[in-house]
C-alpha cells in the first residue's frame, strides 16, 4: 500500500469559521492530492460556511483540532488579557510542536494571521530539516506601513501606547522576518505585496526563486459564490453604494467625505437620491465631519454583518464601494482588499478610492473597473454620473476559480 502523504497545519482561525484569512487558506490547501492535519484557533462558526462544507468533497480531507479560542491568544482588543494571551501563546507552540512529532509529516502550512504560526514553523523546521516548509502571507508585518500610522499621534495616549503594545506582540517583525529566511516555499496574494516584502530583504532575488503568487480566488461549486455570479442587477429608489469593512489607518475617506460636502452643495435634496452604507468599524475624526457637515442621512454607518448578510448588502447594492490603502509616497502599496474578488463575481461598478501604486488599481483596470481616484472633484464628478445611469460591465474572470491554482506546482 502507498505510504499517505500529510501535511500539517498551523493556522489561527479555520473553516467553517469565517474570516479572510481563514477561507483564504481553505482555498489554497484544498486542491492538494494531501491528507491535512490542522491544529488551529477555534471561533465562532458561519453557518453559510458550514453548509458549503457539507457539500464539498475536499473538507473531508481535511482532520482539525481546536486549542484555545482565538481571543484567548490574540487579545488585541482585550489588553487586560495582556499576560493570559502570552501565556497561551506559549503553550500554542508548545502543543503545536508536540502535535507534529505525533506522526511523520511531508509538508507543514503556517499562515501569517495570527503570527505566532510562523513562530511555530520555525521551531518545527529547525528540528526537522526535512519537512517541507510552506509560509504563507496575506500581509505585511516587518515595515509595515499601519506602524507608522501618521493620523496615530491624533489619538489618545492611552490608544497611542496601546496600538504600540499590541503592534509588538501581534504584528512583530520576528513574524515574518523567521519565514522569509527558513522556509521552503512562499505565498503571496499579489505581485505587489510580493515586491513590497522582498525588497526588504538583501537576498532578494534569491527569495523570488522560493516565492509563489495564489491570488484571491473564487469557489465555483460554493453556491455563496454562484449566488453573486447569477444575481441580476436592480436599480433602488435611491443610488445605493455600499462599503463593507473596517476604514481604519491608512484606509482613508477623508475624498469621499469632501465629495459628498461638494455634491450637497449642488443637489441640496442630495438624501432624497442618493444613500452610501458602512459597514463596520469607521474612524471618529470621519464620524465627526460627516454630522458637522449634515450627512448622516446620506452616508449611513451600520454595525459589522457575517459573510452572509455582506453577501446580500452587495447583491441590493447598485455600487460598490471600494477604499483603499492610500501610500502617497510609496512606489508600492501592497494591501489588497479581499472583496475585490466577490465585487468582481457581482460585475456591477466599483467607485474605488486608490492610487495607481496599489494592487487593486491594477486589477479592476484589466478588468475594465476603472472608477478610480482620490481626488474629491473626481469622485464627486462620478456620484454626478451614477446618478443618471448606472452602467453594466460583462467580463470573465473564470481565471480567479480557485481549481486554477495549486500551491505545490
Not at 54 to 77: A, Q, S, V
Request: aromatic share 12%.
Amino acid at each position: 500500500m502507498e505510504k499517505e502523504i500529510n501535511m500539517f497545519v498551523v493556522t489561527g482561525m479555520f473553516v467553517p469559521s469565517n474570516d479572510t484569512v481563514t477561507i483564504l487558506n481553505y482555498k489554497r490547501l484544498k486542491n492538494l492530492d494531501l491528507k491535512f492535519d490542522v491544529f488551529a484557533l477555534k471561533s465562532n462558526f458561519d453557518n453559510s460556511i458550514v453548509k458549503e462544507l457539507e457539500n464539498d468533497e475536499d473538507f473531508k480531507k481535511f482532520n482539525i483540532e481546536y486549542f484555545k479560542n482565538y481571543d484567548e491568544l490574540i487579545t488585541i482588543n482585550k489588553p487586560y488579557l495582556l499576560i493570559l494571551g502570552l501565556f497561551n501563546m506559549i503553550l500554542f507552540v508548545y502543543k503545536a510542536i508536540k502535535k507534529f512529532e505525533s506522526k511523520p509529516y511531508k509538508y507543514l502550512y503556517t499562515s501569517s494571521i495570527p503570527g505566532i504560526s510562523h513562530i511555530i514553523g520555525y521551531f518545527i523546521k529547525k528540528k526537522y530539516k526535512d519537512v517541507i516548509w510552506i509560509a504563507s502571507f496575506s500581509d505585511p508585518i516587518y515595515k509595515s506601513p499601519y506602524k507608522n500610522d501618521p493620523n496615530l499621534k491624533q489619538r489618545s495616549l492611552l490608544y497611542q501606547l496601546m496600538f504600540k503594545v499590541g503592534s509588538f506582540i501581534f504584528m512583530n517583525d520576528i513574524f515574518e522576518k523567521l519565514p522569509i529566511k527558513y522556509a521552503d516555499k512562499l505565498i503571496f496574494i499579489c505581485e505587489h505585496q510580493k515586491n513590497f516584502t522582498l525588497s526588504l530583504y538583501p537576498n532578494k532575488k534569491e527569495l523570488e526563486l522560493k516565492s509563489k503568487i495564489m491570488p484571491l480566488t473564487y469557489l465555483k461549486k460554493w453556491s455563496i459564490y454562484q449566488k453573486l455570479i447569477e444575481n441580476k442587477n436592480k436599480t433602488n429608489t435611491k443610488l445605493t453604494i455600499s462599503h463593507l469593512g473596517r476604514l481604519y489607518g491608512l484606509r482613508k475617506i477623508d475624498s469621499l467625505i469632501d465629495a459628498l460636502i461638494k455634491l450637497k452643495q449642488e443637489i441640496p435634496n442630495l438624501e432624497n437620491m442618493l444613500l452610501i452604507n458602512q459597514y463596520s468599524e469607521i474612524q471618529k475624526e470621519d464620524v465627526k465631519k460627516i454630522k458637522q457637515h449634515g450627512l448622516e442621512n446620506i452616508f449611513i454607518i451600520n454595525p459589522k454583518v457575517n459573510y452572509q448578510q455582506s453577501l446580500e448588502v452587495m447583491c441590493n447594492s447598485d455600487v460598490l464601494l471600494l477604499c483603499d490603502t492610500i501610500m502617497e509616497n510609496e512606489k508600492i502599496q501592497p494591501y489588497l482588499p479581499s472583496k475585490i474578488i466577490e465585487y468582481l463575481l457581482l460585475k456591477k461598478p466599483i467607485l474605488t478610492i486608490s492610487l495607481p501604486n496599489s494592487p487593486a488599481y491594477t486589477i479592476l483596470q484589466k478588468y475594465k473597473q476603472n472608477f478610480i481616484s482620490n481626488d474629491s472633484e473626481e469622485i464627486k464628478e462620478f456620484l454626478k454620473k451614477f446618478l443618471l445611469d448606472i452602467p453594466s460591465y460583462n467580463y470573465s474572470i473564470e481565471e480567479l476559480e480557485n481549481s486554477n491554482f495549486n500551491l505545490l506546482k
